[in-house]
């Protein structure tokens, strides 16, 4: 059985869309993306599995300017934004911004701690990143972070996936929720992170909402998380295989 979105959600999810006429691209299948193009050519991702092999640093998107942001952040609704939080949530919230700082991303993204019941996270005009605190309390901070990870990664294919959700593309959309899984598990392999927390924090995610609120709106948008953790182990073997080839070569240099 579908169930729809809480009221709490749907009223914040009306709000931005009264407000920007699209919404959130969220792990969860509630809102739409909303992304504005730098015009990067040279970084198109083939397949997911090419996700190990790209330049992250060189395919990185610009960020949006100071006044690009700074609309995104006036579009959001007034209410909803929770700010009294826990010694341990803040914690969490640390370790996120620490992951942030390796991607170039600390203070390009405002996060916020939102109140839907949903547990999900999701990046919003590509300036805001929204968490709900349920997804903040379920979530350990590495399962948070290497949600977060995937949350970067949709900046990296932002034009496709706004193309394909328009089209209405289902295939399209999971081949492009799996590229940013394997994007994810690149950027996870920086010293102090690992990407084994991230297949975990989908299942944990997916095992919650669906027994709190039932099966997603617009789920076959979404690739199973049985097919997401094939896809992860997959990037992290190809990824391990280079990482030792390289040192090989050099130490035979």
């Keep these: 059985m579908t169930l729809r979105p809480s009221v709490a959600l749907m009223r914040f999810q009306n709000s931005l869309a009264s407000n920007v006429g699209q919404g959130l691209c969220v792990f969860l299948p509630l809102i739409m993306p909303l992304f504005a193009a730098p015009g990067r050519g040279n970084c198109r991702l083939a397949d997911p599995e090419s996700a190990a092999r790209i330049d992250l640093e060189s395919c990185r998107p610009a960020p949006l300017s100071p006044e690009e942001k700074a609309a995104v952040l006036a579009s959001l609704p007034r209410d909803g934004e929770i700010t009294a939080l826990t010694g341990g949530e ?7 911004d620490r992951f942030l700082a390796t991607q170039h991303r600390r203070g390009v993204y405002a996060v916020k701690v939102i109140d839907p019941a949903q547990a999900w996270v999701g990046l919003h005009g590509r300036a805001v990143l929204l968490i709900t605190r349920s997804a903040l309390r379920l979530l350990s901070a590495a399962e948070l972070t290497a949600i977060v990870a995937h949350e970067v990664g ?20 999971k081949r492009l929720e799996l590229t940013c899984d394997a994007l994810a598990v690149a950027m996870l392999k920086h010293p102090g992170f690992g990407w084994e927390p991230l297949a975990p924090a989908f299942e944990a995610l997916a095992r919650y909402n669906l027994e ?17 953790r094939k896809l992860i182990d997959r990037v992290s073997r190809t990824l391990l295989s280079s990482r030792l080839r390289d040192t090989s070569v050099s130490r035979q240099r």
């Design 212 to 228: 709190h609120f039932g099966t997603p709106l617009n789920n076959e948008n979404y690739p199973p998380t049985k097919e997401r």
């Design 154 to 173: 949709h900046e990296y294919v932002y034009s496709e996936y706004d193309a394909a959700k328009a089209a209405g593309n289902s295939s399209e959309l």
């Design 90 to 96: 803040r914690e969490k919230l640390a370790f996120v």
